[in-house]
């Protein structure tokens, strides 16, 4: 991936992100965290993740995102009023979110870390496709892989739970 | 080639973002789409480092998160749904029991 590429989809990237959380209308922070999905998609094309970046399509944007679109439909919430009167919550909330993003980036130019080092070179075949992902999965992360089904299984149990109606 | 640090770097202000959502929004939903956000940006780590060391466990890793944000999905959008019929709000102000 070339540089100008990757700026221009970062700076997309940001500003999707930014629409989540700064749109008044909770159906335009869905479709905007949509987005956000999905050129992170494109991203993980780049880094040789192909399987992934399909996942993050069909799960995320698709499965998880219709789900959230559904209950925001569902409670037909409306746009929220405009916010007053809390300007310097606002401000705090900004400063500390730059102040983690600062640290964490300068985290990345500490010695004796990935600081100054070059993508490295080709990837070995194969990689980042469904057969190796698949290997590896089936191998040596197996016992996570089947907890994963229990923990599915709990959730779907606990959604229908929680979501009915009690009738007494 | 884009060296593996400005990843490292977009994924931070992608989790920055994220958590800046959790603080400013008052609504519910939008909150818990600032969470899937922060959930994204270290996926977006991750896979960097997968590529960089040329190893498969990060993108195993992925799927892993991929998996728990889905249950996590499902079983808090319907704590939302159970919470809205009670009290007709997504407002985290109004939604105060669990406070002493």
Request: aromatic content about 10%.
């Amino acid at each position: 991936m070339s540089l100008p590429l990757f700026l221009v989809f970062a700076a997309l990237l940001v500003v999707s992100a930014l629409g989540v959380i700064l749109q008044r209308s909770p159906v335009r922070s869905a479709m905007s965290l949509v987005s956000t999905l999905f050129l992170l998609a494109a991203v993980f094309v780049f880094l040789d993740a192909h399987l992934v970046a399909l996942l993050q399509i069909i799960v995320y944007a698709g499965a998880i995102m219709v789900l959230f679109l559904f209950v925001i439909m569902l409670l037909n919430l409306q746009s929220e009023p405009r916010e007053t009167g809390r300007v310097g919550f606002r401000l705090v909330a900004a400063l500390a979110g730059s102040f983690l993003a600062l640290e964490v980036i300068q985290l990345t130019r500490a010695k004796g870390t990935v600081a100054g080092l070059g993508m490295s070179g080709a990837v070995p075949e194969g990689f980042g496709l469904t057969e190796t992902l698949g290997e590896r999965l089936f191998t040596h992360y197996l016992l996570p892989f089947e907890i994963t089904s229990v923990l599915l299984l709990v959730a779907v149990i606990g959604a229908v739970v929680l979501a009915k109606r009690h009738t007494s | 080639m884009v060296p593996v640090t400005y990843y490292l770097v977009l994924s931070a202000l992608l989790f920055a973002i994220g958590a800046v959502g959790v603080l400013i929004r008052r609504n519910v939903i939008v909150i818990f789409m600032s969470i899937e956000l922060m959930l994204n940006a270290v996926n977006l780590s991750f896979v960097a480092f997968a590529r960089q060391w040329h190893s498969m466990d990060g993108q195993v890793i992925v799927f892993f998160v991929m998996t728990v944000a889905a249950a996590e999905a499902a079983v808090g959008l319907a704590i939302i749904i159970s919470m809205f019929r009670g009290r007709e709000t997504t407002n985290v102000d109004d939604l105060n029991l669990l406070r002493w």
